[in-house]
T-cell receptor, first 112, second 114 residues
Framework: SQQGEEDPQALSIQEGENATMNCSYK?????LQWYRQNSGRGLVHLILIRSNEREKHSGRLRVTLDTSKKSSSLLITASRAADTASYFCANRTQGGSEKLVFGKGTKLTVNP | GAGVSQSPSNKVTEKGKDVELRCDPISGHTALYWYRQRLGQGLEFLIYFQGNSAPDKSGLPSDRFSAERTGESVSTLTIQRTQQEDSAVYLC????????????FGEGSRLTVL
């Protein structure tokens, strides 16, 4: 079964608000990555956080990782209509295959 | 090329026909992945290549699905005797070797089986 379960499944906010998406996973990981997918397009890598890191920033993105709870969150601050997309977390199992396992994603809608 | 290229971008076929989907990864990326994404769903791992060999093909759903890679470059995903449940977007991604690598995705091949 796939690891990485995002919640909420869908999120609708107004422009300017912050959006928080959560991801849980089941086994020990080397790192966790977040990707974005615009409708009908391929995925684009946003940010990677390593298992020994707790927080990472990139522009308006903030990612946290809690390995004790096997969870991560992605915060998008001051959202824009252009942030409308699906967001996925992904990870590789520590000591396991090289495959990157994706969650089911959170569909974010930012209303202008 | 500059990015991962997939073809065809759209394919409509009749049930029972065979289809081939092609992926051209970024030059120098030795790792290549195939995923399937059904409408409104997440990504389902199919197979991973390191060079021309496939250390992990655990996600291939049945023996109707096969994939190969040649020259540590182009990969082809073949679906034989297609079924309606095979309808999905098939995404290819490539990366540099190593467990920390980010994946670079193509735009996908949308397969519709009538």
């Amino acid at each position: 079964s796939q690891q990485g379960e995002e919640d909420p499944q869908a999120l609708s906010i107004q422009e300017g608000e912050n959006a928080t998406m959560n991801c849980s996973y089941k086994t020990s990981i080397n790192n966790l990555q977040w990707y974005r997918q615009n409708s009908g397009r391929g995925l684009v890598h946003l940010i990677l956080i390593r298992s020994n890191e707790r927080e990472k920033h990139s522009g308006r993105l903030r990612v946290t990782l809690d390995t004790s709870k096997k969870s991560s969150s992605l915060l998008i601050t001051a959202s824009r209509a252009a942030d409308t997309a699906s967001y996925f977390c992904a990870n590789r199992t520590q000591g396991g295959s090289e495959k990157l396992v994706f969650g089911k994603g959170t569909k974010l809608t930012v209303n202008p | 090329g500059a990015g991962v290229s997939q073809s065809p971008s759209n394919k409509v076929t009749e049930k029972g026909k065979d289809v081939e989907l092609r992926c051209d990864p970024i030059s120098g990326h030795t790792a290549l992945y195939w995923y399937r994404q059904r409408l409104g769903q997440g990504l389902e791992f199919l197979i991973y290549f390191q060079g021309n060999s496939a250390p992990d093909k655990s996600g291939l759903p049945s023996d109707r699905f096969s994939a190969e890679r040649t020259g540590e470059s182009v990969s082809t995903l073949t679906i034989q005797r297609t079924q309606q449940e095979d309808s999905a977007v098939y995404l290819c991604a490539s990366s540099l070797p190593g467990r920390a690598g980010e994946l670079f995705f193509g735009e996908g091949s949308r397969l519709t089986v009538l």
